[in-house]
């Protein structure tokens, strides 16, 4: 039976602020939302427990299923572009180049730029009539008339799928960067002696050894990506025809316009997805074993 | 060595802290005791001027008013007011709100009467009756008035020698295809007509009035009857605009909002645009193109159908929680007041909820097209004052849009909205 001895109480009053944080904004609000979802909760009607009457709806919901399927094919396609693209600036940024630092800095930029105003920066790019893409294609000649960029479903998922990448992917690099940093030099010198060639050193030393890191970029930007919200406000606000509604801004709206128990319940989903994906990830990249 | 050095970190670590501290207690510190919380939301220059208002009021009353400042959008002001209101603040005590919503506010029983001291005689009597009164209990007044209006180019309808603005869709088309035609030889980026097409709110009330005219949307006894011919009809021509006459760009079903075709038509690239009447005031300013040579008329009709207009506007009323319910009357009838409605209106732009403002020497003397706009009010269609408004309004939006893009034929896209919103009334109509 170990007890808790004078150090270990020094431990914990350390870590108690930050737990405290963590229970006031993440516990509070995730639990509050998850009782709410269990309830019809809508302004101009008597508050009523419904048990799961709102995850009911919701699977009966078209609207619903519309915001699910756009939410994972957006995961599924913008998540695996970013994280390669990741690892491609990061190895890249881990060359001696001059200058390493500020181009490390330049690199991180879109990462630091909110991403309702990046929402707005591509705005202004894909905009019909004075937009840059348009005017870039038609100084190179390369359409007849302007391109309506967000007005076809394809259109408008691949120009958010850019504006995404474009913002995010300075984060996947940076974590990936951490990680090949840590990747002893001495390593790639052993494979040199041994004649590997570079593509040889990248899949036999820097890929098994980054793995985890990997695992984590891809679940951070996973969680990230499930729930992605600002982006899609501004650039599309849902459209064309409600093709690029995610999960996030489907609840919004109902949360918005006073139903606060069914905004709830797809928030819930979205967090039951977040959660399960995370579980998933942890288990297939079997961290315990290969961290240490 | 490692005791030392924590005991060296934490005091410096303390002034770091300190204006964290500072700031969250600040932002605790509610507003003065006593005062009124008036919420009001819009552009800068919007609020200064409702900032201006309160000062004067203040003086006048010597009731303390405290502005709490919203955003410009108006799903966020909803939002920013939906929050307090639920948990049964007592602030904010006096509030704007959009035409829209007030059927949520009152069946969520969230206004005070206002009390049958107030007289009704000023205002617009059918605007009141539809929107404001709820069972014979005035809820909220008018502050400033909205409707749909066509904005057409005086000079190319002269110079191509045709008379006056389209009374009908068909008369619409023709001008616009014509005027199209003839300016495209010199420039490629002109277009007949811009309206609000994005997947938003004002989507919904541009198809009323397509929708309308056709004799489709009417909400009897709250029963919405979104599947029918006349509004095929309506979405098929929306759809034919930008499609087959090619009058309206691609763009308006993306990115058309009301700034976007404001731009649009003021910098001289359109012969027609529909738009609320904020836009006369910014179309006619110093640096705009098409300055002096507009003019403003009814939205047109079918040959056997009236012009239908969305009414918009902002209404003002007293929270149920409030806990100083004189002041804030006071408040409300300063804001309705002659002057203040005045100011609001010259310095803004703003159109009054008074009818008397509309004969007013001064006013017509400084807004001449106001004379017009009263009938268009006066007939203005409000959209169904229902609770669950908004969320019929969320549905409808991307089907609506989905047939502008292509993507539904508007039987199909009409049928399924009407589908989607019965399953929603389940939920909110049951008992």
New interface residues.
Partial sequence: MPTIEKEQWKALGFVAPLLLFVVLLVLVPVLGTLADSFFRDVTYLPKKFIGLGNFEQLLRDRGFWRATRFTCLFVVVSVPLEVLLGILIALILNERLPLRGAIRACVLIPWAIPAAVSGRIFELVYNYSFGAANYLFRVLHLTEGPINWLGSEAGAFFALVVADTWKTTPFAAIILLAGLSSISEDLYAQAKIDRASLIQRFWRVTLPLLKPVVVVTLLFRTIDALRVFDLIFVLTGGGPGGATTSLSLFGYDYFSAGDFGYGSAASVVIFLLAFGLSITYVKLARFEREVV | MNNCSLKVLMPKKIPLIFPIVALLALSCCGPKKNAVVFSVGGAPHSLALWEQLIRDFEKESGIPVEVLRQPTDT??R??GL?VP??AGKSNPDVFLMDVAWLG?FV????LEPLGSNVDQEPFFSRVLQMVDMHEGTLMALPVYMDAGLLYYRKDLLESFGLSGPPKTWNELLAYARTVQRKMRKTNP?FYGFVWQG???EGLICNFLEFAGSEGGFTNQENKILLDSTENRRALAFMHDLIWTHEVS???T???MKEEETRT?FQAGNVLFERNWPYAWALHQSPDSKVRGKIGVAPLPAPPDGESVSTLGGWHIGISKFSDIKPQALKLVQFVTSCETQKRLLLNLGLNPGRKDLYADPEVLDKVPHLAQLRDVFQNARPRPIL??Y??IS??A???I?????G??EPKDALA?AQQ?IA?LLK??VTE
Avoid: C, H, M
Avoid at chain 2, 107 to 110: C, E, R
Avoid at chain 2, 401 to 405: F, I, P, S, T
């Fill in positions: 799903d966020q909803r939002q939906i209101l639920n949520l069946a969520s029983d969230w980026d994005a997947q938003y760009p691609p763009s079903y993306t990115e649009f609770p669950y908004t969320q969320e549905i939006q991307p089907f849009n989905g047939v502008l893009a993507k539904y399924a989607e399953a939920r909110y």
